[in-house]
């Protein structure tokens, strides 16, 4: 079992959006662009993400070999996100955006079809993943300090860093051995069309589009509250470190409750959270404590659903299982979610772009609640 391999490769793929996640907005805002482009911008990524992921699941799927797929797509990834220092306009921009989401978007699900054919049943996915975490949060608390004392500039130089250590640190992880055993009679589409599992990639796309104003506003809004950008930086370390905890604990939270009963908190937890994001701001004990709460609305929905993907997908199925989770959550749902709030933000304003947030998340839990067909007891015995 490559356990270190694999988290060091986390660990890089993580510190990039360490830097990217916080950040390229600002650097977006500092070149003047207005919060409904800063939104189409960013939405380019997950276009790609919905667009993406399946190609490379099935082509990875048909080789048999997902490793030098994931390896083309890690370094065609570097020289995409390079063409944004030569950019010099919204389409070149967006340009470049696309060419390195398509293919950044390939890495994801072949690194966790990886890793869980690595593991082969056994525990451990949490603390390979908790190494990406700490990958985040080295960046955006380093690049939150440099920040303070050089050119927002630094934001795209640290993130073609970040992804030529990507390139590098794919290179070490071996090809996962096929696991026969696993095989599952029948297509993909007969597993896709069962209730319970378009119910998790509905929900899963709402939680998503709840994330949208975070993820593409969160640092402003911080920083048109007063916030340096040294302590937005602690407060997305915060609430990674909430995730730490909680991939670290993934054993027993998995072996204890449902999966389905996860993510039903995980999205109650985010119909709250973004209350208090919108509409106390200002109150530091108030943000802290929504900070804290990305532990659940991400790290717990997040193990729970690759859990569940990992034990509907068989092994032929694997990469292609991760890809469509990967489209539909992050893809579909990061598309909706980041269109919505930068058409929200200037219109109505933080507060009721926040709620927005909070409406997506409590439709997921609607959709989950209802859905009545058989889930997996207990995530962690397969793959946790």
């Not at 995409?80 to 989401?101: N, P, R, Y």
């Not at 993820?215 to 407060?235: C, D, P, Q, R, T």
């Not at 200002?282 to 991400?298: E, K, R, Y």
């Amino acid at each position: 079992m490559p356990f270190r391999r694999l988290s060091a490769y986390y660990f890089f793929y993580f510190a990039f959006i360490g830097i990217f996640m916080p950040y390229f907005a600002l650097y977006l805002q500092s070149r003047g662009f207005a919060a409904a482009q800063i939104g189409f911008l960013l939405a380019v990524m997950q276009w790609m993400r919905l667009l993406a992921p399946n190609l490379w699941g099935w082509l990875a799927d048909r080789l048999g070999r997902r490793m030098p797929v994931l390896r083309v797509a890690a370094l065609i990834s570097l020289l995409g996100f390079m063409g944004i220092a030569w950019s010099t306009g919204f389409w070149g921009i967006a340009a470049s955006l696309a060419v390195m989401g398509f293919f950044w978007t390939a890495q994801s699900p072949l690194a966790e079809a990886t890793t869980f054919n690595h593991l082969n049943g056994r525990p451990g996915y949490g603390a390979i993943r908790a190494w990406g975490s700490f990958g985040f949060v080295v960046t955006v608390l380093g690049m939150g300090w440099w920040l303070e004392r050089a050119s927002i500039d630094w934001v795209v130089y640290g993130g073609v860093a970040m992804l030529l250590a990507i390139v590098i640190s794919s290179l070490w992880v071996p090809e996962a051995p096929h696991c026969d055993a696993e095989r599952v009679k029948g297509g993909l589409w007969p597993i896709v069309r069962r209730p319970e599992v378009l119910a998790l990639l509905a929900s899963c796309m709402l939680m998503t589009s709840a994330h949208g104003a975070l993820n593409v506003f969160y640092s402003i809004h911080l920083v048109a509250a007063g916030y340096s950008k040294s302590v937005v930086g602690l407060l997305w370390t915060l609430g990674v470190l909430a995730e730490i905890l909680i991939f670290m604990w993934a054993p027993r939270l998995m072996q204890r409750f449902s999966i389905k009963a996860l993510l039903l908190f995980a999205l109650g937890c985010a119909i709250l959270r973004f209350l208090l994001i919108g509409w106390c701001v200002d109150v530091i004990v108030v943000v802290l404590l929504a900070q804290l709460m990305h532990g659940i609305t991400f790290g717990v929905n997040h193990i729970a659903a690759v859990s569940a993907i990992s034990h509907w997908f068989g092994g032929q199925h694997q990469a292609q299982g991760q890809a469509l989770y990967g489209s539909i959550s992050f893809g579909a749902g990061g598309i909706i979610g980041s269109l919505a709030s930068g058409w929200l933000w200037d219109g109505v304003g933080a507060g009721w772009t926040y709620t927005a947030s909070a409406g997506f998340a409590l439709i997921g839990f609607g959709v989950l609640w209802l859905s009545r067909s058989a889930w997996p007891e207990n995530g962690e015995e397969h793959h946790a």
